[in-house]
């Protein structure tokens, strides 16, 4: 056995190890009794204790600093990449640190519950103070022998080789034409929506063919209600959730498509890098770009949503709206709201901005959090024209802050900056996508976007992994020309 | 900090991790979807790697030389007692013979069943002379230190005290009654059986029904359909599996109260106890008691019968069969099988018996595996009138030889025998029970039980633990005073 060899099996029981705690998180969200939830917080804690000596064990470090890099072929070296990076930062963070880590954030989840039920921001911002704390000495010692600033720092670990300087470069070309686009939108007249009480179990059958449509492999996977749609896994076990709401079919049905998407990439990954660090997708923002192509650029296309039409109509009889036009209408409709996670095309983003702006900011030492509020409120108001009515609809109102999610927040824009890149060269290399679209076959978009992306997983750099599918570098343009170009359309200006 | 608070913590962590080994295992019967089986293996291996690894860890050894027992509550020293038990027994085994076991026993259980389906003992034979091999290997290095015999030494993992003398003592005197009684069944008319199919959504209701007649508390478990009826888990996740077949409603019903027993037992220990040695069910014997007396002495008790009897005709309506007396002996019809599991109250103990003999000279070196199936088949004629036609219904039949399971199959009439004892206990100190019994209420008895036996885990040896509760030694005579009452009553002799 050479170091390679012994590198790559001690980093495939880690894996392993991984993917057990994800299905023990599947496992909480869909089957698990109500009255085990202390028996299972021990048993998460047991199985992250092991996971997390295995990450900073010196062996991996006798083993990376023994092997000869060029020795390797391309894809041994993609794996060494990847085990060096999470390596030498594992090692970067004190055990002290990473336990308080932990133990905070994980009593934080829980205050800030009470002070978002209770519209409170007082109440959580000692609590919040302490996590920001945490996070900014872990951002400082990770920063340590890199190029980083501090946010840049914790956004490593959702988008490897982004920087902050970056993303705001890219971010301030889409923010102006959003806040543009979103204006015309408001002073346009809404499309009806759809009326009546749609069947849960009906919702759940028309929703299970469509993840079928798009591809998602039910033989290595499988579709359960949970409170939260989710995707979880790599390999041959790809699980996601869904839920449903009588009065709102397209809840069920665009987060499925939106979680499909995630799953397929999973899915799609070579089999050879199985329980490899090359065997899941290969960044947040990545990632996030498949589950939204498949949700909005294919799902919410004019083309497919007059399949969908039929299938409702089928699946429902009367849904109030009488043709395929009006439907696609209905399903892109443009509402003022405070919350990012019933948000639009149009909108979302700029949710994201937002965050993006001021995490920067916090992170970075030059915003407090007393000040967060009403720095929130203003920009807000700035951006959509309304202001904040209440705390839990204003910068209490996401659950990742809380926990220390500090870098992640701008990879959903990311994805959708990627999403509008890979939509405009599969429409380049797939001219008459519309035609299989309106019959409800995804296949010719889904199988394009598994041999130009998926089936790599991490192979490539994330964003190398899409100027390889595209053919050229990402820009924010493709997906402000799409959104301009159907939202004209849809709303008539 | 105390050596035995780290000593303690370290055991809990592990049992965490156990637990979601258990979890794992269950996930795999009930939900992981086909395509998973590669993965899923190697996800197995990584943690039974880590449990293994944690099992002889040399810390271990250190806490338990430095600890002084007498300093010690007696809860305390019971903890010390399994944690020196199964760290001495870890010990023992060299890595290298802990590995080709797991490898052998894994290969074997494929050829067991390619053999079983050709009902070709020639293609088995060799791969079951290495399981056997290594098992007697395993048996010498147990044997270290203590005055086992072999087959004593690998029958401790299952129930710690017991021996192969005593149980063979014990099952000396419970054969020749057993072989007189089926013999005097045989020679009696039989009862009419059910006739009619039975809708299974319909068992599965009543079967959910009569789970929580017997005391399982859904807040702690759930129940779902699996190939083969089980339970799993200890503590505040107690999880059930249930099979239907429209021909037979008394295979789901009977199982689902046999794991309900073991369930109840798991679900009932003190609170106290979670994640630590003392808070699971103390061996398999005593776990076979609980499944065992909730199955037969209370679930076909002709009280319960009774109750029973209205709760099919409400559910399917005529069932073929117009009488509770005539239900009740349905329920209990001895009828001549080759098979083990499906097999009556009076035949399953000469089953287990026939096999207690022969493992115990297998592991003896006694019985050469080229001379087990006349050897069976010869016994199985003695017992039970009958010769075996075909290999798969005699020394093939079951998976546990295969798998390298010795020494495990008298605790299933061990069980038998305790069962036999508590309900006597349980009769003389509840002596109505059966007016609450014939209206479905089992709480007098499950009660019971919970107060004298199951609340307790593992705090006393396992037949201490049948001592406390039933207040005499064990013996076989309550069971055989029980079944020879019964089914003379049944059969009319």
């Not at 790599?456 to 799409?482: K, M, N, Q, S």
């Amino acid at each position: 056995m050479s170091a390679f060899d012994d590198l790559m099996g001690f980093t495939r029981e880690t894996r392993a190890l991984g993917a057990i705690m994800g299905r023990l998180n599947w496992d909480q969200e869909t089957m698990m009794p109500k009255g085990a939830a202390e028996q299972r917080g021990e048993e998460f804690e047991a199985l992250e204790n092991v996971l997390h000596t295995r990450k900073s064990d010196p062996r991996l470090g006798d083993w990376l600093s023994s092997i000869d890099p060029s020795s390797l072929d391309a894809v041994s070296q993609a794996q060494l990449r990847h085990i060096r990076r999470s390596y030498e930062r594992a090692v970067k963070i004190p055990a002290r640190l990473a336990a308080e880590l932990a133990k905070v954030t994980s009593m934080a989840q829980g205050v800030w519950a009470e002070a978002r039920a209770r519209d409170d921001f007082a109440h959580f911002a000692p609590m919040f103070e302490q996590v920001v704390a945490l996070r900014r000495e872990e951002a400082a010692a990770l920063q340590q022998g890199t190029d980083h600033d501090l946010w840049d720092a914790l956004h490593q670990d959702y988008e490897p080789g982004s920087s902050g300087a970056e993303l705001d470069a890219m971010f301030g070309a889409l923010r102006p034409r959003l806040v543009a686009l979103r204006d015309k939108i408001m002073g346009a007249d809404q499309p009806k929506g759809l009326t009546g009480t749609f069947d849960e179990a009906k919702q759940m059958a028309l929703t299970t063919a469509l993840a079928a449509n798009f591809g998602y492999d039910f033989a290595r996977g499988r579709i359960d209600k949970a409170v939260h749609p989710f995707s979880s896994g790599s390999g041959q076990d790809v699980r996601i959730t869904t839920r449903t709401n009588p009065e709102d079919p397209f809840n069920s049905i665009y987060s499925t498509i939106h979680e499909v998407g995630h799953a397929c990439y999973e899915q799609n990954i070579n089999g050879d890098y199985l329980l490899t660090p090359l065997g899941e997708g290969v960044s947040m923002g990545v990632h996030e770009s498949q589950s939204r192509i498949y949700e909005n650029q294919l799902g919410r296309s004019r083309a497919f949503t007059e399949y969908l039409f039929g299938q409702m109509r089928d699946s429902f009889g009367d849904i109030g709206i009488d043709s395929a036009e009006g439907f696609y209408a209905a399903v892109n409709r443009v509402l003022p709201g405070y919350i990012r996670t019933e948000s639009d095309e149009v909108q979302y983003n700029l949710h994201v901005l937002l965050r993006f702006d001021l995490e920067r900011q916090i992170i970075g030492g030059d915003l407090e959090i007393a000040d967060l509020p009403a720095a929130w409120d203003a920009r807000f108001e700035a951006d959509f024209g309304v202001k904040v009515d209440k705390i839990s609809n204003g910068c209490l109102q996401d659950v990742h802050w809380p926990v220390g999610l500090f870098g992640y927040f701008p990879t959903y824009s990311l994805g959708n900056v990627y999403a509008g890149c890979l939509h405009q060269a599969l429409r380049a290399d797939v001219p008459d996508l519309d035609s299989a679209l309106v019959k409800g076959d995804t296949a010719p978009a889904t199988a394009w976007l598994a041999e130009h992306l998926q089936q790599f997983g991490g192979l490539r750099e994330p964003r190398d992994t899409i100027v390889h599918a595209c053919g050229f570098e990402p820009t924010e343009a493709p997906l402000l020309e799409y959104l301009e170009a159907k939202f004209a359309g849809i709303y008539g200006f």
